[in-house]
C-alpha cells in the first residue's frame, strides 16, 4: 500500500517528558513535512525537509528537532514536552515544486497532561 | 501578512442544493491556492488546485484575483460531500509551504 504511514497514532505522555513520532513514505517523494494542527484546527506547517536538507524551519521552539535519515523518512523528536504541545501531528509528503500536492499521514494526537 | 480566511466553520445544506464554500486569502505575489478535503476517517487529501483549473467531483474553484478569493463550488450537492474542506495558499513558488485556512465542515443532508 503506497502512502505517508506515522507511528503512534495515539501519544498520552507527562510534561516533561521526550518522545517521538516517526513518518515513513514509499511513495518516492523527495520532499518531506511536518505540520501541526491545533484544537481551532488550524494546519501550520513546522519543518520541511528536501532530499534530507532542511529547506523550511518556521518558528517553532528549539525543543521539536526533526531528523531525515534518509529521504523516506523524516523524524519528529520533542524534548521537555509541556501541555501545549498536545495537538494533532501531521507528516506529509511531496515531490519537489510548489504546486505538487501534499499527501497525507493519518496523523498522531499527541495529549500531554 | 499571508493569510488564508475560511469564514464559515459549518456549512449545512441538503441533498442537490448548490455549495459554496468561501475561502478568501491575503497575499502580494501571484498566489499558488488548492483545496484539500478529509472525509471521515480518512487522511487529507488534495480536491482541486486552481492552476489546473479541473473539475474534480463535480466541485471547481476559480480564482478571483480582484476580490482575492477562490470560493469552492459545487452545483448539486451529495451527501458524500460531507467533509472537512481546507483552503490552502503556497507563498512560496519553489517549495510546499503551504497556508492552510481554518477549515469549513460541509455536512449535506438527506
Known amino acids: 500500500d503506497t502512502a505517508v504511514s506515522q507511528t503512534p497514532k495515539y501519544l498520552v505522555t507527562q510534561m516533561g517528558n521526550d518522545k517521538s513520532i516517526k513518518c515513513e513514505q514509499n511513495?518516492?517523494?523527495?520532499?518531506m513535512y511536518w505540520y501541526k494542527q491545533d484544537s481551532k484546527k488550524f494546519l501550520k506547517i513546522m519543518f520541511s525537509?528536501?532530499?534530507?536538507?532542511?529547506?523550511i524551519n518556521e518558528t517553532v521552539p528549539n525543543r521539536f528537532s526533526p531528523k531525515s535519515p534518509d529521504k523516506a523518512h523524516l523524524n519528529l523528536h520533542i524534548n521537555s514536552l509541556e501541555l501545549g504541545d498536545s495537538a494533532v501531528y501531521f507528516c506529509?509528503?511531496?515531490?519537489?515544486?510548489?504546486?505538487?500536492?501534499?499527501?497525507f499521514g493519518n496523523g498522531t494526537r499527541l495529549t500531554v497532561t | 501578512a499571508q493569510r488564508v480566511t475560511q469564514p464559515e466553520k459549518l456549512l449545512s445544506v441538503f441533498k442537490g442544493a448548490p455549495v459554496e464554500l468561501k475561502c478568501n486569502y491575503s497575499?502580494?505575489?501571484?498566489?499558488?491556492l488548492f483545496w484539500y478535503v478529509q472525509y471521515s476517517r480518512q487522511r487529507l487529501q488534495l480536491l482541486l488546485r486552481?492552476?489546473s483549473r479541473e473539475s474534480i467531483k463535480g466541485f471547481t474553484a476559480d480564482l478571483n484575483k480582484g476580490e482575492t478569493s477562490f470560493h469552492l463550488k459545487k452545483p448539486f450537492a451529495q451527501e458524500e460531500d460531507s467533509a472537512m474542506y481546507y483552503c490552502?495558499?503556497?507563498?512560496?513558488?519553489?517549495?510546499?509551504?503551504?497556508?492552510f485556512g481554518a477549515g469549513t465542515r460541509l455536512a449535506v443532508h438527506p
Open positions: 497575499y502580494s505575489g501571484s498566489p499558488e
Open positions: 486552481h492552476i
Open positions: 511513495l518516492g517523494h523527495d520532499t
Open positions: 506529509a509528503s511531496s515531490q519537489t515544486g510548489g504546486n505538487s500536492p501534499l499527501h
Open positions: 490552502a495558499l503556497n507563498p512560496s513558488g519553489g517549495y510546499n509551504k503551504l497556508i
Open positions: 525537509y528536501n532530499n534530507k536538507e532542511l529547506i
